[in-house]
Nanobody
Framework: QVQLVESGGGLVQAGGSLRLSCVAS????????MGWFRQAPGKEREFVAAIRGSGADPVYADYVKGRFTISRDNAKNTVTLQMNSLKPEDTAVYFC?????????????????????WGQGTQVTVSS
């Protein structure tokens, strides 16, 4: 069975950094695009970043571009989200997701319905 387990969340002051990790098991990791999404209280889940199975072509939401970096290590079945210059509005539960049929065109890879498997989420809280 497929499992995605996130870690690395926590409480940080504005301007600080956090590094989220997601370890996958039960799937051929390199076959799957990986995405990070987040959900703040009272808001819908939103796209943060995604990366192809090969590790190429990372894409970012405009509101994190230049501050967040997604990467993956297929040998360790791990995808990482390095978050720098954090802002209070980045406060949310962060989820990693794996998608076997995600296309890198239009908004397909930003659509959470295109991802097949999800982690349980990790809380990120940024204080002002």
């Amino acid at each position: 069975q497929v499992q995605l387990v996130e870690s690395g969340g926590g409480l940080v002051q504005a301007g600080g950094s956090l590094r989220l990790s997601c370890v996958a098991s039960g799937l051929t990791f390199s076959w799957f695009a990986m995405g990070w999404f987040r959900q703040a209280p009272g808001k819908e889940r939103e796209f943060v970043a995604a990366i192809r199975g090969s590790g190429a072509d990372p894409v970012y939401a405009d509101y994190v571009k230049g501050r967040f970096t997604i990467s993956r290590d297929n040998a360790k079945n791990t995808v990482t989200l390095q978050m720098n210059s954090l802002k209070p509005e980045d406060t949310a539960v962060y989820f990693c997701a794996a998608g076997g049929g995600v296309y890198w065109s239009g908004t397909h890879h930003r659509d959470d319905s295109k991802y097949d498997y999800w982690g349980q989420g990790t809380q990120v809280t940024v204080s002002s």
